[in-house]
């Protein structure tokens, strides 16, 4: 139901249901913090639209090692301006080492949605001119745009691994 209604909760959501057989006093602080910013927002409206169908927004951040087993989580939101046409959160399905890691592996989870969009955009009639990726860890973005070139002993890793499973 969040998926179109409030897609900026499915992170919490989903996080929160990873919980329920082992749930903490944060938890519960969690859930409580998320109940209260819907009551407060009951009456606020869902806003879609585009201010440019040639210019792309993506937005994708994680977080490292937060669930019992130690894996990261991924969340993702594109949009052409106004509002969010897509947005997914999950849990990583690998263990990674660092938060760089994480984020290089957040990053090829959520960006075929992109490339999806990219392609469905231009199928459509409507080629884009900017498809804008956003990111917040700057060893991610510079193992992301670079290579190998910009990895140390510690992190050629994790380029092999990307590069060995064709992502």
Known sequence: MEKRSRPYIELVILFLCTQVSCCTEEDWGKLKRLLRFLNQTIDDERIMGADDLLSLLTWIDVSYGVHTDMKGHTGGAMSFGTGIVHGKASKQKLNTK??????????????????????????????????????????????????????????????????????
């Open 98 to 167: 660092s938060s760089t890691e994480t984020e290089v592996v957040g990053t090829s989870d959520y960006l075929p949605y992109n490339i999806w969009i990219m392609y469905f955009m231009e199928h459509q009639g409507y080629k884009l001119k900017n498809n804008t990726l956003n990111q917040d860890n700057q060893s991610a973005i510079k193992m992301e745009k670079n290579g190998r070139n910009s990895c140390t002993g510690n992190s050629r890793h994790t380029i092999n691994r990307e590069i060995s499973t064709g992502h």
